[in-house]
């Protein structure tokens, strides 16, 4: 089992920054892909940024491209998704998940969730 908690979401104007955080523990961190997800109100789940497990593959969908590094610590057993130039159709509850296999863009792959974070991107 893994337990992922998610943190640092919250209100922000466009343009602004947020650092999201997730904390794994349980089976070992550092042979699991993590990917970030997103949802927002009416909308199905939709990938973010997958990172492998060594940290040297990151993938990012287009629309965030540019604006959003994901990152790992497997020392601090923990994924970070940074977010730049936010912009209102940001905002969305983000999920981040491991996989214990290779990396993946689709939600279904993913083993296990975190309980999300509230991003909110005022205009």
């Known amino acids: 089992q893994v337990q992922l908690v998610e943190s640092g979401g919250g209100l922000v104007q466009a343009g602004g920054s947020l650092r999201l955080s997730c904390a794994a523990s349980?089976?070992?961190?550092?042979?699991?892909?993590m990917g970030w997800f997103r949802q927002a109100p009416g909308k199905e789940r939709e990938y973010v940024a997958t990172?492998?497990?060594?940290?040297?593959?990151?993938y990012y969908a287009n629309s965030v491209k540019g604006r959003f590094t994901i990152s790992r610590d497997n020392a601090k057993t923990t994924v970070y998704l940074q977010m730049n130039s936010l912009k209102p159709e940001d905002t969305a509850v983000y999920y981040c998940?491991?996989?214990?296999?290779?990396?993946?863009?689709?939600?279904?792959?993913?083993?296990?969730w975190g309980q999300g974070t509230q991003v909110t991107v005022s205009s």
């Open positions: 349980g089976r070992t961190f550092d042979n699991s892909a």
């Open positions: 998940a491991a996989r214990f296999r290779g990396i993946s863009y689709y939600y279904y792959e993913y083993d296990y």
């Open positions: 990172i492998s497990w060594s940290g040297t593959d990151r």
